[in-house]
T-cell receptor, first 114, second 111 residues
Framework: AQSVTQLDSHVSVSEGTPVLLRCNYS??????LFWYVQHPNKGLQLLLK??????LVKGINGFEAEFKKSETSFHLTKPSAHMSDAAEYFC????????????FGAGTRLFVKA | EAGVAQSPRYKIIEKRQSVAFWCNPI?????LYWYQQILGQGPKLLIQ????????DSQLPKDRFSAERLKGVDSTLKIQPAKLEDSAVYLC?????????FGPGTRLTVT
């Protein structure tokens, strides 16, 4: 069985400071892992994906995430937050590469203060 | 490239009524997903199609929800009869290999 846990429901940072959104997962299979972002009243957009290649994954808008199998973690980071980063972020796990048994985390709301 | 299209964008119905949602995936995407996103929660997978066959419908409440994907392209999701707890955004997504591309969703309010 698979599961995904986003450890913080809300994260608040100041503009220009680093962002860390934490995600732990469990999977009986080799997982594919994703981070999606959802801006208010907009659709879900893929930030980045891990599919058993390089463990450090770079995504759009300066975000990156590191797959750590020993810690079963896939935390999302960004060196410097921008006001436009304020949104809801979802960590997602799927079995293998076919999108099977896709599970979304509960989400982390990121607030960025000026 | 056109994205995933969904209609209607908004729907308000009374409990015990029926409702249907339509999804047109990105051209060439073999896999289609329907999700339910309740306010304040992450999306929950309801059903996954590979071409016109069901791959996973383990979380679909089959006593009231049904879905089909005729000819392996468009898909419809139906709720009959609706309950108050069905109020949510219903998201359709499609994929070719890895990442899923999401439509704008249909916001359903059941009164």
């Amino acid at each position: 069985a698979q599961s995904v846990t986003q450890l913080d429901s809300h994260v608040s940072v100041s503009e220009g400071t680093p962002v860390l959104l934490r995600c732990n997962y469990s999977s009986s299979y080799s997982p594919s892992l994703f981070w999606y972002v959802q801006h208010p009243n907009k659709g879900l957009q893929l930030l980045l994906k891990y599919t058993s290649a390089a463990t450090l994954v770079k995504g759009i808008n300066g975000f990156e995430a590191e797959f750590k199998k020993s810690e079963t973690s896939f935390h999302l980071t960004k060196p410097s937050a921008h006001m436009s980063d304020a949104a809801e972020y979802f960590c997602v796990v799927s079995e293998g590469t076919g999108g099977f048994k896709t599970i979304f985390g509960a989400g982390t709301r990121l607030f960025v203060k000026a | 490239e056109a994205g995933v299209a969904q209609s209607p964008r908004y729907k308000i119905i009374e409990k015990r009524q029926s409702v249907a949602f339509w999804c047109n995936p990105i051209s060439g995407h073999a896999t289609l997903y329907w999700y339910q996103q309740i306010l304040g929660q992450g999306p929950k997978l309801l059903i996954q199609f590979q071409n016109n066959g069901v791959v996973d419908d383990s979380q679909l409440p089959k006593d009231r929800f049904s879905a089909e994907r005729l000819k392996g392209v468009d898909s419809t999701l139906k709720i009959q009869p609706a309950k108050l707890e069905d109020s949510a955004v219903y998201l359709c997504a499609s994929s070719w290999i890895f990442e899923q591309y999401f439509g704008p969703g249909t916001r359903l309010t059941v009164t």
